[in-house]
C-alpha cells in the first residue's frame, strides 16, 4: 500500500460521499501520475476539517491507495507519498501458566467491554460483573429520571451496560498514539458505529447509535463463551496472603478468581471505601471542577467556519479552549458536545452533577461543553487517599440545594455571571437539561479560585470564539466528575498491591475518554494472556 497525505478538496466536491470517492480518485491519479487501470483500490486513512482561514474551509486527506508495479511509484519522488507500513495490532504471546479460574472483569465501560472483548477473542470466557443495568433497561430508567426527578442509584447515566460513556457524546478522540485505537474503532464498526471513524479527525460515535453498539459487542463476547451479568455489585474481594482469590457479588455469592480485572469507572464511591478497607493502596490524583456551558449551535458553526456555517458537507462545529489564569490554575472546555443536550448525571441522592450527550446527527439547536478549573489534592479537606471524592460531593451537594432539592439543576447566564449577580430570566439560550432548572449563582455553589478562573477565562475564549462570552449563554452547574479524584496504584505489570488484582480504566485513574480507557482495558488484558492460558470448558 502507498500512502498519499495533504489531498485536499473544497466543501462541494466532498458533498456526498459519492463525489468525495470521486474527485479524490482524480487527484491521487493525477498526484501518482496513473492511469485508471493501473489503480487497483484505495481508502480513506485520515480526513480533517481546514479551517484555519474561515472564507477557505476545506476537507485535508490521507489516502491508502493499492496499485500495479508499486515500486516503480515509490521510486519517484513525489512529495507526500510514502509506502504503509505495518500498523495493525499485534496479538501478545499467549503464557503456560494455567488458569483454575475464569478471569474475572467488575465492571462493563469501555476498559471492562474491551479487556473482556480480547480475552473472549483469545478464548478465557471472562465473567464480567456489572453493577447497573442492560442497555434497554438502563434508558428506560434514564428517561424516567429525566421525567420524574427520581433517582434509581443503578440505573444512571454512570452505571450500566456501556459505562458513562454509553449515554455522552461517544467521542473516540484521544492524546495517544497506539495500535490499539484501530483494533476498538474496527470492533465498534463491526458492530454498527459508522465507518467515518476510522478515519475522521474527531471521531464519534453518537449516544443513540453507542446503546445498540455496545449491546451487539456484549453478545459477541457471550458468543465467545463469555458471560456478562448485569445487577452484579461487586461488595466485597475476598483476598489471602496479598493474592486475590474471590469477589462477592451482592453480598451474597462468592465467584472465585485468581485474576481480577478492575474497571469500576470513577463513580464507584462506594467501591473505593471497600477497596481502602481491604488494604488495596490508593493515592489522590488531580481532576478539574467547574460548569457545563452552553450556547447556539449556529454561533459556534459562524465562529468556526464563517460564511461556510451549514454547508451540507459540514456538521455541528466543535471547539477546544485552554487558558492559563493569574491564580496558576487552568480554565478549559472539556467533552464538547455539538448539537447536544447537557444532561444530568447525578447518582446519589441529595447530590447533583451534569454532563454533556450527543446524538449522531448532532443536530440539536444548542452546543454544550464542560468549562472546568483544574483543581489538586492541595485543595482536598484531608490528606486521606478518597478526599478527593468528598471534595467533589461537597459541590454536588450544593448544586442539589440551590436547585430545589428534586434534581432541577442552578444555572446562571453568563452575563450574570460576570457581573456577579443571581439570574432571573432566560434570554436567547433556552437550557436543554431535564428534570428542570433553578435561577441560581454560581458563587454560591463554587469556590472563588475556580470562578475566578473562569471569569478570567470567558473573555480570553470570546476572542477565539466570538461570542462564547455572549450574555445568554447558559452555565449550568455543576460539572464535578471529569476524572477519578483516585488513583489505584499498580506496578509495571499493572497488579495493585494485591497479586492478581489488576487496576484499569478510568475509575482507577489511567485514562480519561472512552477511547483511552479501551486502550487501557486491552493492555490489563495482555497481562493476563501473557501470564494465563485459558482454563478449559
Given amino acids: ?46 480526513k480533517a476539517i481546514d479551517a484555519r482561514k474561515r472564507d477557505q474551509v476545506h476537507f485535508v ?17 513525489i512529495p507526500h507519498v510514502k509506502k504503509v507500513e505495518d500498523e495493525g495490532y499485534r496479538e501478545v504471546t499467549q503464557g503456560n501458566t494455567p488458569l483454575n479460574h475464569r478471569p474475572v472483569i467488575i465492571g462493563f465501560g469501555p476498559s471492562g467491554m474491551f479487556a473482556a472483548l480480547l480475552l473472549a477473542r483469545r478464548g478465557y470466557r471472562p465473567v464480567v460483573l456489572e453493577r447497573g443495568p442492560n442497555a434497554l433497561e438502563r434508558s428506560e430508567k434514564i428517561e424516567q429520571f429525566f421525567r420524574t426527578g427520581i433517582l434509581d442509584q443503578d440505573g444512571t447515566i454512570l452505571f450500566g451496560e456501556g459505562g458513562a460513556g454509553t449515554f455522552s457524546d461517544g467521542k473516540l478522540t484521544t492524546q495517544i498514539t497506539d495500535t490499539r485505537c484501530r483494533y476498538i474503532s474496527e470492533a465498534l464498526v463491526k458492530h454498527g458505529a459508522d465507518e467515518e471513524i476510522l478515519y475522521i479527525n474527531r471521531p464519534h460515535v453518537g449516544t443513540d447509535v453507542l446503546r445498540h453498539v455496545v449491546v451487539s459487542l456484549r453478545k459477541e463476547i457471550e458468543a465467545l463463551g463469555g458471560e456478562v451479568r448485569f445487577h452484579a455489585h461487586v461488595s466485597d474481594l475476598v483476598l489471602k496472603n496479598n493474592q486475590i482469590e474471590g469477589v462477592v457479588v451482592n453480598g451474597k455469592e462468592t465467584i472465585p478468581c485468581e485474576v481480577c480485572l478492575l474497571g469500576i469507572g470513577h463513580s464507584a464511591r462506594d467501591t473505593y471505601p471497600m477497596l481502602q478497607e481491604k488494604g488495596i493502596s ?57 448539537g447536544g443536550f447537557v444532561v444530568n448525571s447525578s447518582s446519589e441522592e441529595g447530590m447533583l452533577c451534569t454532563n454533556g450527550m450527543s ?16 483543581v489538586t489534592p492541595e485543595d482536598y479537606p484531608s490528606k486521606d487517599p478518597l478526599a478527593g471524592v468528598e471534595y467533589q460531593r461537597q459541590f454536588e451537594r450544593k448544586a442539589f440545594a440551590f436547585g430545589g432539592k428534586n434534581f432541577h ?3 446562571q447566564l453568563v452575563g450574570d455571571f460576570l457581573n456577579r449577580q443571581k439570574s432571573a ?7 436543554s437539561i431535564r428534570p428542570g432548572y433553578v435561577f441560581s449563582s454560581m458563587d454560591e455553589i463554587l469556590p472563588d479560585y475556580i470562578t475566578d478562573c473562569m471569569r478570567e ?26 476524572s477519578s479524584p483516585v488513583r489505584i496504584n499498580r506496578n509495571e505489570d499493572f497488579q495493585s498491591n494485591i497479586s492478581g488484582l489488576i487496576p484499569m480504566g478510568e475509575g482507577a485513574g489511567y485514562s480519561g475518554g472512552i477511547m483511552s480507557s479501551a486502550v487501557d482495558g486491552m493492555k490489563c488484558a495482555e497481562q493476563v494472556i501473557l501470564k494465563f492460558k485459558p482454563k478449559k470448558p
Fill in 359 to 374: 446524538e449522531q446527527a448532532r443536530d440539536q439547536v444548542n452546543a454544550n461543553s464542560a468549562f472546568l478549573v483544574s
Fill in 457 to 482: 477565562a470567558l473573555p480570553f475564549f470570546d476572542q477565539k470564539i466570538k461570542g462564547f462570552a455572549m450574555k445568554d449563554a447558559i452555565l449550568t452547574g455543576v460539572e464535578a466528575r471529569s
Fill in 61 to 77: 486527506y490521507t489516502v491508502d491507495v493499492s496499485i500495479k508495479n508499486e515500486d516503480a511509484t515509490l521510486s519517484k519522488p
Fill in 1 to 46: 500500500m502507498i500512502r498519499i497525505t495533504e489531498l485536499k478538496l473544497s466543501l462541494d466536491q466532498a458533498i456526498t460521499k459519492e463525489s468525495e470517492r470521486r474527485n479524490l480518485k482524480k487527484q491521487l491519479l493525477k498526484k501518482l501520475s496513473l492511469s485508471e487501470n493501473m489503480l487497483l483500490s484505495f481508502s480513506l486513512y485520515k
Fill in 409 to 411: 439543576a442552578p444555572i
Fill in 282 to 338: 490508593l493515592s489522590q490524583k488531580p481532576f478539574s471542577i467547574g460548569v457545563r456551558i452552553e450556547h447556539p449551535q449556529k454561533l459556534i458553526d459562524q465562529s468556526q467556519y464563517g460564511k461556510q456555517a451549514g454547508h451540507p458537507a459540514l456538521g455541528s462545529a466543535d471547539y477546544k479552549l485552554s487558558y492559563h489564569a493569574k491564580n496558576g490554575r487552568t480554565a478549559y472546555t472539556f467533552c464538547m458536545c455539538p
Fill in 425 to 431: 430570566k432566560l434570554g436567547e439560550v433556552t437550557p
